[in-house]
């Protein structure tokens, strides 16, 4: 069974351009999780999607946005980039909402 | 505040030398405790979910127990290949800002040595 995919694997932006990251989840698994893993702060949760709705969001300002596809697909977007921004963004997905979340292997976004 | 301290912060290890990591939560309520291991670079690997006080979970050298405010990973006998930083996750019940979302703790850094 494919595990979570995401892409790209790495991703060179500068100060002020727009990212988007790409997340598909287990197959069968409908919810979806974003984390971002800045170096030194740990594992932060982003964002949680639920049959196409964002269902909760963690502590990040409203350029931090996404959305989940029909096909349970997920997509992070991150607008004027600021250098902070730079981390590995994991996504998770788990079968039901409050099961074990499975991650993928990350993003790893650097904004110069 | 949901609140996951773990310690110690890093542990270096001799091969067949075993050990405990700890994982401290203070949540409104549990709905469940994780833990994770990660390799540099990549994503957390699920290792074990633990529900209420008392239960225990095993899988080769790692058991996972919990009590009411924290729980242990053991690592029996370890191996160089278990090198990597162990994380410990809660995710709670009670307030919507809780749904959904782990609570990680910062981790720690296992070196286990030839």
């Known amino acids: 069974e494919a595990g979570v995919t995401q892409s790209p694997t790495h991703l060179i932006k500068t100060r002020g351009q727009q990212a988007t990251l790409r997340c598909s989840p287990i197959?069968?698994?409908?919810?979806v999780y974003w984390y971002q893993q800045a170096l030194g702060l740990g594992l932060q949760f982003l964002l949680w999607y639920d049959e196409g709705e964002e269902r909760n969001r963690g502590n990040f300002p409203p350029r931090f946005s996404g959305r989940q596809f029909p096909n349970y697909s997920s997509e992070l977007n991150v607008n004027a980039l600021e250098l902070e921004d730079s981390a590995l963004y994991l996504c998770?997905?788990?079968?039901?909402?409050?099961?074990?979340?499975?991650f993928g292997p990350g993003t790893r976004l650097t904004v110069l | 505040e949901d609140q996951v301290t773990q310690s110690p912060e890093a542990l270096r290890l001799q091969e067949g030398e075993s050990s405990s990591l700890n994982c401290s939560y203070t949540v409104s309520g549990l709905r469940g405790l994780f833990w994770y291991r990660q390799d540099p670079g990549k994503g957390p690997e699920f290792l074990f979910t633990?529900?209420?006080a008392g239960e225990e979970k095993e899988k080769e050298r790692l058991k996972a127990t919990l009590t009411k405010k924290e729980s242990f990973l053991h690592i029996t006998a370890p191996k160089p290949e278990d090198s990597a930083t162990y994380l410990c996750?809660?995710?709670?019940?009670?307030?919507?800002?809780?749904?959904?979302?782990?609570?990680f703790g910062a981790g720690t850094q296992v070196v286990v040595t030839p």
């Open positions: 197959s069968g698994h409908t919810s």
């Open positions: 996750a809660v995710q709670a019940i009670g307030t919507t800002d809780s749904w959904g979302k782990l609570q």
């Open positions: 633990l529900y209420s």
């Open positions: 998770a997905s788990s079968l039901e909402s409050w099961g074990e979340q499975f």
